[in-house]
Structures are given as structure tokens and as C-alpha cells.
Nanobody, 127 residues
Framework: QVQLVESGGGLGQAGGSLTLSCAAS????????VAWFRQAPGKDREFVAS????????NYADSVKGRFTIRRDTAKTTAYLQMNSLNAEDTAVYYC????????????????????WGQGTQVTVSS
């Protein structure tokens, strides 16, 4: 069993930055896929970014490409989402998700592919 705990959310300024963390416990991260999803009020949950290892390959939604960066700290079994150039459309609850396998590209944006989820952290961007 894996437990995921997100942190780092809060109030951000338009044009500013926030960094979200996803700390995992219960299992070593020798291989797998971690992703961030988000859900804005009244909208469906959507894929934001993912990272697979051991290759380290990353993927991003078009809406965040060039602004957000996902990375993983193996030693701390923690994943991060660095969010720059924030805008109001980034306001959402952000969820960390993890699958123990290195997901194929066609599945990384499918929330049903992930076995473990965090509780979510709220990000609110003010203009």
C-alpha cells in the first residue's frame, strides 16, 4: 500500500510561482509513474503532468507546457510540481497520483490507470 500526501498549495499571484510536493510512503519508488491532475470548480479532473522512471520521461498538458515542471526526488520518494507564470485558469484542487508500473504513453493521461491518489491540495490564483 502507498500513501500520498500533497502539500504546497495555497494562494498564488497571477504571474507568480508555487511548488507542490507529493510525499509517498509505504513502498520504494524503484519504478513507476507519478502524475499530477487537477480539478477546477464545476469541471472534470484533468491531466496536468507526469513523470515515468527509471527513464525520467515527462509529459505535460498543452495548457501548462513551458510553465510547469514535474520532477522526482528518488531519495525522498517525493515528487514535485513547479508551477510558474500562474494564471487564473490554474485555480483548482491538484491531486498527485502514482502507479507502480511505468505506464505506456497512451495511458498516462488516464486517471483510471493510477492505483494510488493523494487527498488533493487547493491552489488559488488571484489576479
Amino acid at each position: 500500500q502507498v500513501q500520498l500526501v500533497e502539500s504546497g498549495g495555497g494562494l498564488g499571484q497571477a504571474g507568480g510561482s508555487l511548488t507542490l510536493s507529493c510525499a509517498a510512503s509505504g513502498r520504494a519508488w524503484n519504478t513507476g509513474t507519478v502524475a499530477w491532475f487537477r480539478q477546477a470548480p464545476g469541471k472534470d479532473r484533468e491531466f496536468v503532468a507526469s513523470i515515468r522512471w527509471p527513464s525520467g520521461g515527462t509529459n505535460y498538458a498543452d495548457s501548462v507546457k513551458g510553465r510547469f515542471t514535474i520532477r522526482r526526488d528518488t531519495a525522498k520518494t517525493t515528487a514535485y510540481l513547479q508551477m510558474n507564470s500562474l494564471n487564473a485558469e490554474d485555480t483548482a484542487v491538484y491531486y498527485c497520483a502514482y502507479d507502480t508500473s511505468r505506464l505506456i504513453l497512451s495511458r498516462i493521461r488516464d486517471e483510471g490507470a493510477y492505483d494510488y491518489w493523494g487527498q488533493g491540495t487547493q491552489v488559488t490564483v488571484s489576479s
